[in-house]
């Protein structure tokens, strides 16, 4: 029997209905159709459908949508909802950091997690806060040289995503990356 969920997802109230053995990142694409959420594997390694619950960062292929419910969850759209690309995003092209772009969701979202949780990452903590995630194109060295961009970029000040908490006025920053 479907269950109803309610979701802020990327800062809007939604309510739907969904079977309880429904994954977050198929809510997300098939439900919501935020298609930049992608699916790369089915063993819960790739962090491609990484996305931020509560402003923390999550593989959505192993949440279910139900666990979802009365939170909020932010996705790569809602990164440039203002149509400006976000620091990470920008970043990530500056540097080069892809190629194929299929990981890039779960990179750019992983990062904007990891740097609302420590603005100034060193080397390890990049590594680090990014262990759960996996390009099979670039190499990391791109990736690694965007998240040290953007950080620098942000001032070391890390700007919340559209929908996590900490965007939210007076919010308090909450964020874990390399989930
Ligand atoms: Fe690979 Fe979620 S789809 S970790
Ligand atoms: Fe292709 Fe990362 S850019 S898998």
New binding site residues.
């Given amino acids: 029997m479907k269950q109803s969920v309610a979701v802020t997802v990327n800062g809007t109230q939604r309510e739907d209905l969904v079977e309880p053995r429904m994954l977050l990142?198929h809510y997300l694409r098939e439900v919501a159709g935020l298609t930049g959420t992608?699916?790369?594997?089915?063993?819960?390694?790739?962090?491609?459908?990484?996305v931020l619950l509560d402003g923390r960062a999550v593989?959505?292929?192993?949440v279910f949508a139900v666990q979802a419910d009365g939170r909020s969850v932010a996705t790569v759209e809602g990164l440039a909802a203002t149509g400006t690309l976000h620091p990470v995003q920008q970043a990530f092209w500056n540097e080069h950091g892809l190629q194929c772009g299929f990981c890039t969701p779960?990179f750019v979202m992983a990062t904007a997690a990891l740097l609302e949780q420590n603005p100034s990452p060193s080397d390890e903590d990049i590594t680090k806060g990014l262990e759960?995630n996996?390009c099979r194109c670039t190499g990391y060295a791109n990736i690694r040289r965007a998240v040290r961009s953007a950080a620098a970029m942000m001032g070391g000040q890390a700007a919340a995503p559209t929908g996590s908490p900490a965007a939210a006025p007076a919010a308090a920053p909450a964020a874990t990356a390399g989930s």
């Fill in positions: 990142v992608h699916i790369g594997c089915d063993t819960s390694q790739c962090g491609a459908c990484t593989k959505s292929c192993s779960g759960g996996l």
